[in-house]
């Protein structure tokens, strides 16, 4: 099955600084990789998807980029903002009727 | 956008009783609902997929008897706690493939067992 690994665990930036988390999976049948914002105690908040007949794709500040040879992906916040400190995770699937399998998560905390 | 409502988002039981939650869809039709437990600080970990009008299928190390699974129409899914004991409070929250859409979630259920 497919197993999704994760970096890093927790990460510290400086306001207005860019902050990436990586992303690696296994089964090279996944092809849908979103990425997610949870705060304590609530559901999984779809922040940006990339489907693999992409390489990358953006949103106001964040972006995110896909390299299906290498199976990785990465989540790149650009000028943050104290408000985007909270636990990111990255999932992987093949958008058959299978389940998202997620990453461990980032804590990201960026300091005023 | 399809919605799924999840009941109850918090619930207090006492060891040894069982907790129903539902997780509805209410704008499409889930013929297969995911069920995913988080321990705090922890990641979404599958534990079980239900598929309407069959068995559920479960994770390795996930009891069957313990955590059962209804999925018994198109648009309700259920998961019984059976003698729920501390260690199985926990955030469950469910999820539904929307074609086309990707994912999306219950609000989830904050369970206490005391």
């Known amino acids: 099955g497919e197993n999704v690994e994760q970096h890093p665990s927790t990460l510290s930036v400086q306001e207005g600084d860019s902050a990436v988390i990586k992303c690696t999976y296994s089964d090279s049948a996944s092809n849908y990789f979103p990425w997610y914002k949870q705060e304590l105690g609530k559901r999984p908040q779809l922040i940006i998807d990339?489907?693999?007949?992409?390489g990358e794709k953006k949103d106001q500040r964040i972006a995110v980029t896909l390299n299906k040879t290498a199976k990785h992906f990465s989540l790149h916040i650009t000028e943050t903002q104290p408000e985007d400190s909270a636990v990111y995770f990255c999932?992987?699937?093949?958008?058959?009727?299978?389940?998202?399998?997620f990453g461990k998560g980032t804590r990201l905390s960026v300091i005023a | 956008g399809a919605v799924v409502s999840q009941h109850p988002s918090r619930v207090i039981c006492k060891s040894g009783t069982s907790v129903k939650i539902e997780c509805r869809s209410l704008d499409f039709q889930a013929t297969t609902m995911f069920w995913y437990r988080q321990f705090p600080k922890q990641s979404l970990m599958l534990m079980a997929t239900s598929n309407e009008g069959s068995k559920a299928t479960y994770e390795q190390g996930v009891e069957k008897d313990k955590f059962l699974i209804n999925h018994a129409s198109l648009t309700l899914s259920t998961l019984t706690v059976t003698s729920a004991h501390p260690e199985d409070s926990s955030f469950y929250i469910c999820?539904?493939?929307?074609?086309?859409?990707?994912?999306?979630f219950g609000s989830g259920t904050r369970l206490t067992v005391v």
């Open positions: 990339i489907r693999s007949n992409v």
């Open positions: 999820s539904a493939r929307v074609r086309g859409s990707g994912y999306t």
């Open positions: 999932a992987a699937s093949d958008e058959g009727n299978t389940p998202l399998v």
